[in-house]
């Protein structure tokens, strides 16, 4: 069964960067996309940046585009998302996730799915 595990997450001025990591047991060659998302309070989970199995095509949502950047290094079995000029509403639980397709970031397309990092920007 794929496990993933998020990290690189905490807080960070309103401007500033960060970049988390999404570490699988095993790359899963059973899924075909990878993504984050994130979770506000009170709020469900939605999508943030996917990226498909064999790298060829990245995704991201509206509020991020220009700013997050989304890649994988499978010997490393490990997916990143590069935050870059990060804003306060960026602050929420980002999650990693394994799914079946990349046409839309909804979670209900994912099964495996980490425990989640949290990024607080102030």
């Known amino acids: 069964h794929v496990q993933l595990v998020e990290s690189g997450g905490g807080s960070v001025q309103v401007g500033g960067s960060l970049r988390l990591s999404c570490k699988f047991n095993?790359?899963?060659?059973?899924?075909?996309?990878m993504a984050w998302f994130r979770q506000f309070p009170g709020k469900e989970r939605e999508g943030v940046a996917a990226?498909?199995?064999?790298?060829?095509?990245?995704v991201y949502a509206d509020s991020v585009k220009g700013r997050f950047t989304i890649n994988r290094d499978i010997v490393e079995s490990t997916l990143y998302l590069r935050m870059n000029r990060l804003r306060a509403e960026d602050s929420a639980m980002y999650y990693c996730?394994?799914?079946?397709?990349?046409?839309?970031?909804?979670?209900?397309?994912?099964?495996?799915w980490g425990q989640g990092t949290q990024v607080t920007v102030s």
């Open positions: 095993y790359w899963p060659s059973s899924r075909k996309c």
């Open positions: 996730a394994a799914g079946d397709s990349c046409r839309s970031i909804v979670a209900r397309r994912f099964d495996a």
């Open positions: 990226i498909t199995d064999d790298g060829t095509r990245t």
